[in-house]
């Protein structure tokens, strides 16, 4: 339940799907690494909240308690923390494992592909942030899936929201769980939730509320840099002043038209210290195909800066930021547009199929095909003696081979081959 | 234990020795498929005969009992059924998992990737299990990995011997397992054990050795159907008269002066049917390397007929035949010979660093890099606002990057990049 065997034409798609976001991250200079599918228990309790309890575990068999991968982003920072690496540029992608209720139809399983892609070590401020956002929008805009908006926030403002409207900080990460479903309910419900479950007072809900509804660029975070309290918290402060900068960075990659300031922003993870951001696929009026309602994000990530040290002895921290590429979404997504554009999606290669028109004629197509093989040509044949030529020509079309070398008797006295282009029905003979 | 991460100089070698084996398994037509990681505990168990006991379990945590997938073939018969596929060409690479005792020096490792070519279909006798043995060929060609052997034989000879030496056909299969020791102990101890472990008497495990040792090409296929005995065995004739197709097919490949019908052949697992094979690189003396002694076979495969059917609610055959490319094997040789040879393996495939001679121009630097990226340059740049020009080309010289463009006041002013090559420090105004 929650898993799904990829039959060849959702292979083909999904392998078209990962090649563009993989030409983007070596396009960024990446290195790719491969942790194992099983990690020590250990390792995974206690870094994903409440969510710890869809961790798969692996039955006791003797030896060492074991558990199926979360994520790809608690394993890179145990990587870099069991090899002391401090300077780290990784792209990893791979499957992860959650026993979470499936929604197959909008593309949640409980085996999917994550697309990660991570900036380790201490650097000035914002660069590496920047990065990970030009990368979102270069991936989206590649796949062309239409009009996007990534949010930003950074949770040093939100922290600096919650002090100011009178949350204890001990309650910092839970209302960061809270305000994360603001994307599913309305900011009603949301309300009702820090009143009734969290404890909140109204009035500080409503306080909150007031900033959660605020989004908008350069103008907005200058605004709240003025802000009266909000700029006497010293990390809403300095949240603020990365932010001016991020989008310093974001006007010099030219990609702010697509970017939002937006406060309502939280993300459900423990883990994150700073930046944050999420990308949304914006609803289209679209003539020819529907768009699956509710896709929701299709992207997201932000710096984390103290996970790595959650593995050292020391406790040495080792900055990160990185991106998740919600890979699977957006395959449920292109998968619906070839589907309603009647597309045929080619499930392999072969260029050509080596065919023979009359009986006893195997022992030529095993030749040929053979010095087809060893040129480095892809080619098939049928695996019958004597298969007939309308049979074989019928299986080009199905299969999309363009072309069929053909070796009839007359062919093979003449040391010639019939190369028949299967489109067209021309045949030169070469 | 038995599992290990895979650092960027791994993954790359890793990603060229992959690449070579799925341009094979394309240039044979075949599309690719991929099953979960998980599969359902009751299709795994009582498949793979003792070894099942080395299948990883998940915990019960409610739901389906799951299992870690032991092979690819299972899984592979599995889809087949429950999809009603007759016919099918497919290749397959992904991990397998087995609790088995990890031996890593020879590549031996509880998590490791396989990679499976298989034809299912009712086809003409040979004609799929030629094309395997070719495919074999090729790839142990293709990455001249030296001298190697492919060794074939048949599960209905070997059971033929079984017969005419007093065998019981209950004991065929675990006949087989002890045969399949042949290539780790001598002869005597496989003997011994078929004496005194399978109950089998003197004469009769004698009688077996006689054939065991025999090996060799179309004269021995012959020779053995003139054998008064083995050619009153119908099982041994049919495979026999298989075998004389099958390196009929082979001349025609040209490829039988790597291929020895080898009696001592059995393969361990339970599920084989017919023709069985397996590729052993052979030792060389080299000069310069030193290969690692009993790396054992790095390819193996056969016929499994009734597979498939055991899943199916009607037990349906589909009959089927495939390869399984020892990779782990081969990239622990091609590792260590990377190692020996000095050769550095480049983890990126940067082809620019944009660097900065002097202060305060990250701005100049981010807007290029830009450029770059959307005109699909790999490009890279430092995270440090201000880095020193030395550290950035040291930073080339390092990771292998070929080109540093270089953006200075006087660049700015004039409107030009300074492309410096690394290697030989020219450079020229752009």
Not at 134 to 148: M, R
Request: aromatic content about 8%; overall charge negative; proline content about 4%.
């Amino acid at each position: 339940q929650g898993t799904r065997d990829h039959p060849p034409a959702r292979v083909a798609l999904r392998d078209r799907l990962l090649g563009t976001v993989v030409s983007c991250f070596k396009r960024h200079g990446a290195a790719a690494i491969d942790t194992p599918v099983l990690e020590l228990r250990e390792t995974l309790m206690g870094k994903y909240g409440e969510d710890t309890k869809l961790v798969y575990e692996l039955q006791d068999q003797g030896g060492e308690l074991l558990a199926l991968r979360y994520d790809l982003t608690v394993p890179f920072a145990r990587y870099l923390a069991m090899n002391k690496i401090t300077n780290m540029k990784r792209y990893h992608i791979a499957k992860v494992y959650r026993r979470d209720n499936p929604a197959m139809t909008r593309g949640r399983y409980r085996e999917f592909y994550q697309c990660d892609f991570d900036i380790a070590g201490h650097f000035d401020p914002m660069i590496p942030d920047a990065e990970c956002l030009k990368i979102v929008y270069e991936i989206l805009s590649d796949l062309q899936l239409g009009d996007f908006l990534i949010k930003v926030n950074d949770r040093r403002i939100l922290n600096g929201v919650f002090a100011i409207c009178g949350v204890p900080e001990s309650k910092f990460i839970t209302m960061c769980s809270t305000m994360d479903k603001l994307d599913k309910m309305p900011w009603e419900e949301v309300r009702s939730e820090m009143v009734g479950e969290k404890g909140l007072s109204l009035e500080a809900a409503d306080h909150i509320g007031e900033y959660v509804q605020l989004h908008g660029g350069l103008d907005l975070i200058e605004r709240l840099l003025q802000d009266p309290k909000l700029s006497q918290n010293k990390l809403a402060k300095e949240g603020l002043g990365d932010m001016k900068l991020l989008f310093e960075y974001l006007t010099l990659f030219g990609i702010t038209g697509k970017i939002s300031f937006d406060l309502s922003l939280a993300r459900g993870l423990d883990y994150y210290t700073g930046v944050i951001f999420e990308a949304v696929l914006l609803q289209q009026q679209n003539d020819h195909v529907e768009e699956p309602v509710g896709v929701g994000s299709v992207a997201g990530g932000g710096r984390y800066d103290g996970l790595v040290g959650m593995f050292d002895p020391k406790g040495r921290k080792v900055p990160c930021v990185g991106v998740s590429i919600g890979i699977e979404r957006i395959f449920s997504i292109l998968e619906r547009r070839v589907e309603a554009s009647g597309e045929k999606v080619r499930t392999t290669e072969t260029q050509v199929l080596v065919a023979t028109p009359q009986k006893h004629l195997l022992a030529a197509r095993l030749k040929l095909i053979s010095e087809l093989w060893d040129a480095g040509i892809k080619a098939e044949m049928s695996y019958k003696k004597d298969p007939k030529l309308l049979k074989q020509l019928q299986y080009c079309e199905d299969t999309g081979i363009p072309l069929a070398a053909i070796v009839g008797e007359q062919e093979l006295s003449d040391g010639v081959v019939k190369l028949r282009d299967v489109a067209t029905r021309e045949e030169v003979r070469v």
